[in-house]
């Protein structure tokens, strides 16, 4: 299954980004300070979103990145497939191979995980999660 620390880390930097975009585009800079993730670390990730469309970057003077489309949009599991690949609990990536190339006694169990963790992460979005009572915006208001 690959739901790794980098999913984490860029679904937590893509909140970040979002609670402080309302001022402009947000540095990666800025998020590396905010968050405690290495400045390189997020190079890699922000690549990956941008790569999917999730951000897009601004160049120049008060440059960053900002959300590439509205935050009801973009579901945690956009996030993770961005820089972790789909999810998938199956040892043969849905091929049906598992053991020793041929189908294993329990791939229809991993393979029926697989979309349920697909879709409990696809029906949530990252607006969603930031109106969650727990996180807190830079000033302290409500996200939404």
Not at 1 to 10: C, F, N, V
Not at 119 to 130: N, Q, R, V
Request: negative net charge; proline residues 4%.
């Amino acid at each position: 299954m690959r739901l790794s620390t980098k999913g984490r880390y860029a679904l937590t930097a893509l909140m970040d980004l979002y609670l402080h975009e309302a001022s402009g585009p947000v540095t990666l800079a800025g998020i590396s300070e905010r968050e405690g993730l290495s400045l390189s670390y997020l190079e890699q990730l922000f690549a990956g979103m941008r790569r999917h469309g999730l951000v897009h970057g601004v160049r120049g003077p008060g440059g960053g990145y900002q959300l590439a489309r509205a935050a009801g949009d973009i579901s945690v599991a956009d996030v993770i497939l961005a820089v972790d690949g789909p999810v998938d609990a199956t040892q043969c990536q849905g091929r049906e191979d598992c053991d020793a190339g041929e189908r294993c006694l329990t791939h229809d169990l991993w393979a029926e995980l697989s979309g349920q963790l697909q879709a409990f992460l696809d029906g949530i979005s990252l607006a969603e999660l930031a109106a969650q009572p727990a996180v807190m915006t830079p000033e302290g208001q409500d996200p939404a």
